[in-house]
């Protein structure tokens, strides 16, 4: 880590029967990995969140299902890390070293800049009826039902009927993770949920923008 991301800041780590996982801070390659998006949010009216952003890495390691390591690109702070896609994994069979896992970090690294831009993209795609794209978006990525309509209903006390951009809706979906957090759910349950919305990055969003309200 230090000889890839120099001055990254560790942040926080879990283990538990399953699996075991590490998450650090990288801010000696904010202006790298941010620089561009973090323009396009203040140009949106955004600077406060830009100001708060930190890009992330994440390790985990599971003997249980995939049996696998892992190493994926975070978003931090909002209220949650966001997981922006940039999976990869390396297997545990086959022999695999270290070494391995490492060689891993510069195909992250490259990676990253692509989950960026398309989360980038999302700010100029245009929605007119966002709360049914929530809804038809949470529902097809199989969110928790509970947690997903509170987040729904505090997106919709927000915006209204109001027009908005894909990547508020995205923005707001992560309030998902933070809800279940705090209503107790275990951290491997978090992890596996934050794989599944990082598909949203790849959706075509003007499929789910409907003006009939989408049923759940």
Not at 17 to 43: D, F
Not at 51 to 65: E, V, Y
Not at 79 to 86: C, E, K, L, Q, T
């Amino acid at each position: 880590m230090d000889k890839r991301f120099p001055g990254n800041v560790f942040s926080s780590g879990y283990t538990d029967h399953s699996l075991t996982s590490a998450s650090w801070t990288l801010p000696g390659q904010k202006e790298e990995l941010l620089g561009a998006y973090e323009k396009l949010l203040e140009a949106g009216g955004h600077k406060s969140m830009a100001a708060k952003l930190m890009p992330g890495i994440r390790f985990t390691t599971s003997d249980t299902g995939m049996a696998s390591a892992k190493v994926s690109a975070l978003l931090m702070g909002h209220s949650y890390p966001i997981h922006i896609g940039g999976i990869v994994a390396v297997d545990h069979r086959n022999k695999k070293q270290v070494p391995d896992f490492v060689d891993s970090l510069d195909m992250l690294f490259a990676q990253f800049g692509d989950s960026v831009a398309r989360l980038s993209s999302l700010l100029s795609v245009q929605l007119e009826y966002p709360v049914n794209t929530m809804t038809a978006v949470c529902k097809t990525l199989k969110m928790p039902k509970k947690a997903a309509m509170e987040a729904i209903s505090m997106f919709e006390m927000a915006y209204g009927n109001r027009p908005a951009t894909a990547h508020d809706v995205f923005i707001a979906m992560q309030e998902i993770p933070f809800i279940l957090k705090t209503n107790g759910a275990n951290e491997s349950k978090l992890l596996v949920l934050q794989e599944s919305m990082a598909r949203a990055l790849t959706l075509r969003w003007s499929e789910y923008d409907l003006a009939k309200q989408v049923s759940w």
